[in-house]
T-cell receptor, first 114, second 118 residues
């Protein structure tokens, strides 16, 4: 158990819908990262927050947005869903932004768009 | 351009034997970090081992060791005394510091599926 929690574990929805994925980092970790794992794209970095502020952005679509709240939990919002958004979405956390700090991953949310 | 390359999509190893999973990377930075993660069939990502670009010694964590060859830009994972529970996907990842050290995302390779035979 990494200490990172994600809810829900599974999500099935229809095209055009909007969903919210939730992540609670390990106790004391200030950085939260979101990754998408799909069969065709592999594991891709989406976005990072540090202590409530956006720090880095990767291949995140404009239909997707995220935020980190004062209690440090984070939410990833996916809207106007398409079939290709079906993937495993991971949240990870680390203690600081230092590049030597390992990231601990949550169990993931498996999103299926029908 | 692909920054992390794992050339072995799948590998078999006999239980109790050692196995090496290959990883090569591409970066122009002098400061970077290399990570290996394990993903069992259940889906979670488990951190295994870390190597910093300035570390002179190869990293070791229990049965895992990292064969770091900086000049060749390779960071191979060695698993000694393989166990059935080692059957999983293994991902190599790199972290490069952004210019203002604002972010620390990981770039992952395509992964290697390791299957341990009894």
């Amino acid at each position: 158990d990494s200490g990172v929690t994600q809810t829900p574990k599974h999500l099935i929805t229809a095209t055009g819908q909007r969903v919210t994925l939730r992540c609670s980092p390990r106790s004391g970790d200030l950085s939260v990262y979101w990754y998408q794992q799909s069969l065709d794209q592999g594991l891709q970095f989406l976005i990072q927050y540090y202590n409530g502020e956006e720090r880095a952005k990767g291949n995140i679509l404009e239909r997707f947005s995220a935020q980190q709240f004062p209690d440090l939990h984070s939410e990833l919002n996916l809207s106007s869903l398409e079939l290709g958004d079906s993937a495993l979405y991971f949240c990870a956390s680390s203690a600081r932004t230092g590049w030597s700090n390992e990231q601990f991953f949550g169990p993931g949310t498996r999103l299926t768009v029908l | 351009a692909q920054k992390i390359t794992q050339t072995q999509p799948g590998m078999f190893v006999q239980e109790k034997e050692a196995v090496t999973l290959d990883c090569t990377y591409d970066t122009s930075d002098q400061s970077y970090g290399l990570f290996w993660y394990k993903q069992p069939s259940s889906g979670e990502m488990i951190f295994l081992i870390y190597q910093g670009s300035y570390d002179e010694q190869n990293a070791t964590e229990g049965r895992y060791s990292l064969n770091f060859q900086k000049a060749r830009k390779s960071a191979n994972l060695v698993i000694s005394a393989s166990q059935l529970g080692d059957s999983a996907m293994y991902f190599c990842a790199m972290r490069e510091p952004l210019t203002n050290n604002a972010g620390n995302m990981l770039t992952f390779g395509g992964g290697t599926r390791l299957m341990v035979k009894p």
